[in-house]
């Protein structure tokens, strides 16, 4: 069983655990210790674990995160005021080889998600968000992957599989469930004019940082449709993680990086959260620990809602354009908006309803001025091919 493979939670995460307030994530979290081995699935929430496989790094690094001092920063910080029960599970060390590695990874994701358990995966490397892909095989037909990240990372045909060019083995792999990619903060200065041209053709969607930056909340309609989200860390600028190295001087603010996480943990479609291409700093673990926190306090915020026009908790608004209809839908609750997309049917969402965007209001004030919202069309023209 793949769970066998998991070693646990180093000592010194527990001594110091051990020395923390009451109202510390420490004294909270159900952890895999020696003594006691795997804590209990039933009832959690959120299982955190990290894989120590970087042998696909784009960029060789000197040493690998230190998981554990990761770990101590994020169970220092307090509890908020949250219902979600938290299992740390402990480390994937590297197999005999990645591929090995890869199918661990797969299996102890798959098993939690049939669990209904949010993993949280503190990866070294960006290409392990292939192995929690591959893990939805059996749990969703399609599945919308977003990356945050400063790169589409999709590489050279003839290149094998690294934390830079992990996208194009999601998009060629069979079986090709990957429905809909969304990056959110790429930096056009590292990507191709190529990659760019293929986002288009394959009607992905991308944010550039300044435009997220100028609005953060653009980004949550993105991730409220998200079933994978994969952080890039180096998608932060570097004097926020204290590097020199690696990162750039552009980037998301801890600020930014952090509301951000928040939206994904709201979201009540994102099953699975990881963070990956860390490095060794003091301010880097604190960041780390911080973007955690912030995603399990978006847990807490969690509503289960879906438009209807038969519900008194959603508003129905039908705008004609000149060349479509377009309906869209805004909660009373939450205040979050949707749009339909009549092109998406069952084949896609497998159910026989037609599709939900998630949107914004700027979305429905667009449609209201004769201007298709590019969301929408890109959706559209995705479901008709």
């Known amino acids: 069983m793949a769970f066998d493979f998991l070693v646990p939670v180093k000592d010194k995460v527990l001594a110091h655990s051990e020395l923390l307030p009451e109202q510390a994530l420490g004294k909270n979290v159900h952890m895999h210790t020696e003594k006691d081995g795997l804590p209990v699935f039933a009832h959690a929430d959120v299982a955190i674990f990290g894989v120590l496989e970087s042998r696909n790094a784009f960029e060789k690094k000197p040493e690998k995160l230190d998981l554990d001092e990761v770990r101590i920063q994020l169970y220092r910080l307090m509890m908020g005021n949250w219902n979600s029960t938290i299992i740390d599970i402990g480390n994937v060390e590297e197999g005999d080889t990645v591929e090995d590695t890869y199918f661990v990874v797969k299996e102890i994701v798959a098993g939690l998600l049939e669990e209904n358990i949010i ?64 990056n959110i903060g790429y930096q056009s200065y590292f990507n191709a004019q190529e990659e ?28 409220r449709s998200s079933d994978i989200v994969s952080l890039d860390l180096r998608a932060i600028r570097a004097c926020e993680m204290g590097m020199s190295r690696n990162f750039s001087p552009n980037g998301f603010t801890g600020r930014e990086i952090c509301a951000i996480a928040r939206y994904a943990g709201i979201s009540d479609k994102v099953s699975l959260f990881g963070i990956y291409e860390g490095e060794n700093s003091h301010q880097a673990f604190q960041m780390i620990a911080q973007i955690i926190w912030y995603f399990i306090e978006g847990l807490s915020y969690r509503i289960k809602e879906y438009p209807s026009s038969k519900s008194e908790d959603f508003t129905k608004f039908t705008v004609p354009t000149d060349t479509e209809e377009l309906i869209f839908f805004k909660s009373h609750v939450t205040e979050r908006w949707w749009v339909e997309v009549p092109t998406i049917l069952a084949e896609h969402t497998k159910t026989n309803s037609v599709a939900l965007l998630p949107c914004t209001e700027e979305d429905y004030l667009d449609a209201c001025n004769q201007n298709i919202p590019e969301r929408w069309f890109k959706a559209y023209r995705k479901g008709l091919n």
Request: hydrophobic share 40%.
């Open 196 to 223: 760019k041209d293929l986002m288009e053709r394959l009607f992905f969607d991308a944010y550039r940082l300044g435009e997220i930056a100028a609005n953060i909340e653009l980004a949550e309609p993105v991730l």
């Open 119 to 182: 993993p949280i995966v503190l990866g070294l490397t960006q290409d392990i968000t292939f192995p929690t892909y591959r893990a939805f095989d059996k749990i969703k037909n399609m599945v919308n992957l977003v990356s945050i990240d400063s790169r589409f990372d999709f590489g050279e045909d003839d290149e094998l599989i690294s934390s830079h060019s992990y996208m194009s083995k999601i998009i060629t792999d069979k079986p090709n469930n990957l429905f809909n990619f969304s």
